[in-house]
């Protein structure tokens, strides 16, 4: 009868102790599943993370680089309204330098011929002369 007394209590907990390893056992699958996911969903979030610096990295490459390509485009455009500005000086020059190579001739006449055929004379009837030259290559 002791026997009995003991099976009778401990059968039940025998099938609680059971019906509790197998909710134990579900659990536990339950549990492990989620670990994978979470270690699934922690790569995932790592790579998210890389992905991030890299993409900030990027943004902020690209952010400098603007910067420096707007500072260079400022000093391209400063460099080429400066040669506009040399630009219209070499015309006036050019204009100047066709003015005197086609005076050239008759300075170079003046010249010789005020060194060679003035010299003994005096400087108010060497300017007399010079200007009556002038007049007469003039025309």
């Known amino acids: 009868e002791k026997y009995y ?31 994978k996911e979470l270690e699934r969903l922690d790569s995932r979030l790592q790579e998210m993370r890389t992905t991030l610096e890299k993409s900030q990295n990027d943004k902020l ?29 070499y015309f006036q020059q050019s204009e100047l330098q066709s003015k005197l190579l086609e005076n050239i001739l008759g300075d170079a006449l003046l010249s010789a011929s005020y060194f060679a055929y003035l010299a003994p004379f005096t400087q108010t009837y060497r300017t007399q002369l010079l200007d009556s030259w002038k007049e007469a290559i003039a025309t």
Not at 5 to 14: G, T
Not at 19 to 30: G, I, L, Q, S, W
Not at 70 to 77: D, M, N, P, S, V
């Open 5 to 35: 007394q003991v099976e009778k209590r401990v059968r039940p907990r025998k099938a609680e102790l059971e019906r509790a390893v197998a909710e134990y056992d579900v659990a536990m699958n339950h549990l492990e599943l989620k670990k």
């Open 61 to 89: 490459r690209l952010e400098n680089e603007y910067k420096d390509t707007e500072k260079k485009l400022r000093r391209a455009q400063l460099i080429i309204s400066g040669l506009g500005d040399e630009r219209e000086r």
